[in-house]
């Protein structure tokens, strides 16, 4: 079993800054891609960022420039730096990765989810 867990979602005035983590445990062999997605209410999910293995990295237009995603392949944990946040930025912020996963006699690839953390941004 693998599983995601997000961190340092909150409450913070325009303008503001957080910073998300996502740790990743359990049977894991390899990561792959991870990426940050976000829903806010009555919209569906979209993609805010993601980032390789080697740590080339792709984004959102909407988030370009503010956000900065990384990851620290040795503790299996992937960051959001969110900068200069804005009120449309609110939203629940799930994280998600490919992550390898083996048996004694085999290896594959399954992609797992984070159950969220929610990020608000003031007026």
């Known amino acids: 079993q693998v599983q995601l867990v997000e961190s340092g979602g909150g409450l913070v005035q325009g303008g503001g800054s957080l910073r998300l983590s996502c740790a990743a445990s359990?049977?894991?062999?390899?990561?792959?891609?991870m990426g940050w997605y976000r829903q806010a209410p009555g919209k569906q999910r979209e993609l805010v960022a993601t980032?390789?293995?080697?740590?080339?990295?792709n984004y959102a237009a909407s988030v370009k420039g503010r956000f900065t995603i990384s990851r620290d392949n040795a503790k299996n944990t992937m960051y959001l730096q969110m900068n200069s946040l804005k009120p449309e930025d609110t939203a629940v912020y799930y994280c998600?990765?490919?992550?390898?996963?083996?048996?004694?006699?085999?290896?594959?690839?399954?992609?797992?989810w984070g159950q969220g953390t929610q990020v608000t941004v003031s007026s």
């Open positions: 359990g049977s894991i062999f390899s990561i792959h891609d």
């Open positions: 998600n990765a490919a992550v390898v996963v083996t048996t004694h006699s085999s290896a594959w690839e399954n992609h797992y």
């Open positions: 980032i390789t293995s080697g740590g080339n990295t």
